[in-house]
């Protein structure tokens, strides 16, 4: 069976002997574990509906995979047995980058940090803070949701937003100042990146469920999109694009009256195109390829 990187799948919560995990059912390559986690593997018995025991290594038998932040005495067997009271799923579903941002926002930021979880929170913050910007709390909850899911959380110090990394380091959350224009653009890139994934997926699915998988994810992230794109327009970088796109419609339009050459016009367009793409890329190297699509 192939391996997967179990930084790149999502997981399902589970309750395991008394302890929370993250299961798959796919085979695991250990070496996508990322410290401070266990990966084991559970084998099914004569009912493959439901694990009976957790191991180092399975051959024969195979339910899935486990990852778990404790580690578990297994014995000289390399094996825990256990009942159908030891073994459930919660409801959850996540990537494991949420995973270890849930367990960090959880432990106390000796550096002074404090986290913004929620949209609510989020507009709460800006309001206190006097940060101009429009916007309501389907549109923070978004913002957040996207933040947590990439391996970064939101927050604040002494009334500046902030931006937390997750994953750079395995004991610390490294923070560095933002704003919410700077969020806001990040977080509209991260769309453009996974919905151009999902129509790649779409065009080459697995099988049917994987197509109706990959269209589902593709229609909520296209919402998404809508969404995402309003609120760029309002940040600064998207101001910029506007400004640019009048002064060259209005550039065209006096080339074409003073010329009445066509194809100049739409060469000096063309150009001017160009060259405002490189000035802003210049002025904010944040920048992405994808805001004018």
């Known amino acids: 069976m192939e391996t997967v990187d179990v930084q790149k799948e999502?997981?399902?919560?589970?309750?395991?002997?008394?302890?929370?995990?993250?299961?798959?059912?796919?085979?695991?390559?250990?070496?996508?574990?990322?410290?401070?986690?266990?990966c084991y593997e559970l084998r099914h018995g004569?009912?493959?509906?439901?694990?009976?025991?957790?191991?180092?290594?399975?051959?024969?038998?195979?339910?899935?995979?486990?990852?778990?932040?404790?580690?578990?005495?297994?014995?000289?067997?390399?094996?825990?047995?256990?009942?159908?009271?030891?073994?459930?799923?919660?409801?959850e579903q996540m990537y494991l980058s949420q995973?270890?941002?849930?367990?960090?926002?959880?432990?106390?930021?000796e550096e002074g940090y404090e986290t913004i979880q929620t949209g609510a929170e989020l507009i709460s913050f800006m309001k206190e803070s006097g940060i101009s910007f429009q916007i309501?709390?389907?549109?923070?909850?978004?913002?957040?949701?996207?933040?947590?899911?990439?391996?970064?959380?939101?927050?604040?110090?002494?009334?500046?937003?902030?931006?937390?990394?997750?994953?750079?380091?395995?004991?610390?959350?490294?923070?560095?100042?933002?704003?919410?224009d700077d969020i806001v653009d990040s977080v509209t890139e991260w769309n453009y990146e996974l919905l151009k994934e999902a129509r790649e997926f779409m065009e080459n699915p697995k099988d049917f469920d994987d197509f109706v998988f990959q269209h589902s994810r593709h229609e909520e992230l296209c919402a998404d999109e809508k969404v995402l794109d309003a609120m760029f327009d309002r940040t600064k970088y998207g101001e910029q694009i506007e400004?640019?796109?009048?002064?060259?419609?209005?550039?065209?339009?006096?080339?074409?009256?003073?010329k009445g050459d066509i194809d100049g016009a739409v060469k000096e367009l063309a150009q001017g195109i160009k060259g405002g793409q490189e000035i802003t890329a210049m002025q904010d190297p944040e920048q992405k390829k994808g805001r004018t699509r």
């Open 46 to 91: 004569d009912d493959d509906g439901f694990p009976v025991s957790v191991e180092e290594s399975v051959r024969v038998n195979y339910f899935g995979a486990v990852l778990l932040a404790e580690e578990l005495e297994l014995g000289k067997e390399k094996a825990l047995q256990f009942g159908y009271e030891d073994f459930g799923y919660t409801g």
């Open 99 to 109: 995973v270890q941002g849930k367990e960090q926002r959880e432990q106390h930021d």
């Open 10 to 38: 999502v997981l399902e919560e589970v309750e395991l002997l008394g302890r929370t995990g993250y299961f798959t059912e796919l085979r695991v390559d250990k070496e996508t574990v990322p410290e401070g986690m266990h």
């Open 243 to 258: 400004r640019m796109a009048e002064a060259l419609a209005e550039q065209f339009i006096q080339n074409l009256q003073s």
């Open 136 to 180: 309501n709390e389907k549109e923070a909850d978004l913002l957040c949701g996207y933040m947590d899911g990439h391996g970064h959380v939101i927050g604040q110090k002494d009334g500046q937003l902030c931006c937390g990394d997750l994953c750079a380091e395995t004991d610390r959350t490294v923070w560095e100042e933002t704003t919410i």
